[in-house]
């Protein structure tokens, strides 16, 4: 069973930054396996932010935050670091790391079923 443990949240200005970082433990060859960030508002649907295979896939990333989140991984480790900058107040969500175990490439977002128990960005206007 993959365990998840995020840490990083924060509140912070529009324009700042912030780093979300996610490990993983009871795994078993950790390039066999898809991570990602997910984040939810109140009200609203969970929405995938980023994603990667940790086997060597280059990462994918949400319209909305393209070009200002960018992930990173240390595969000797089994986790991945969310860099969010250039946050806007839409930004403000429960953000949830999350895995799953994938022998090739490809990581659909419907196939996540380990999480984190999620950590809180707030970004005020």
């Known amino acids: 069973q993959v365990q998840l443990v995020e840490s990083g949240g924060g509140s912070v200005q529009a324009g700042g930054s912030l780093r979300l970082s996610c490990v993983a433990s009871?795994?078993?060859?950790?390039?066999?396996?898809?991570m990602g960030w997910f984040r939810r508002t109140a009200g609203a649907e969970r929405e995938g932010v980023a994603r990667?295979?940790?086997?060597?896939?280059?990462?994918d990333y949400a319209d909305s935050v393209k070009g200002r989140f960018t992930v990173s991984q240390d595969r000797a480790i089994m986790s991945l670091t969310l860099q969010m900058n250039s946050l806007k107040a839409e930004d403000t969500a429960m953000y949830y790391c999350?895995?799953?175990?994938?022998?090739?490439?490809?990581?659909?977002?419907?196939?996540?079923?380990?999480w984190g128990q999620g950590t809180q960005v707030t970004v005020s206007s």
């Open positions: 009871g795994y078993t060859y950790s390039g066999h396996y898809c």
């Open positions: 999350a895995a799953f175990y994938k022998r090739d490439g490809g990581c659909p977002w419907s196939e996540f079923r380990y």
């Open positions: 990667i295979w940790l086997g060597g896939n280059t990462p």
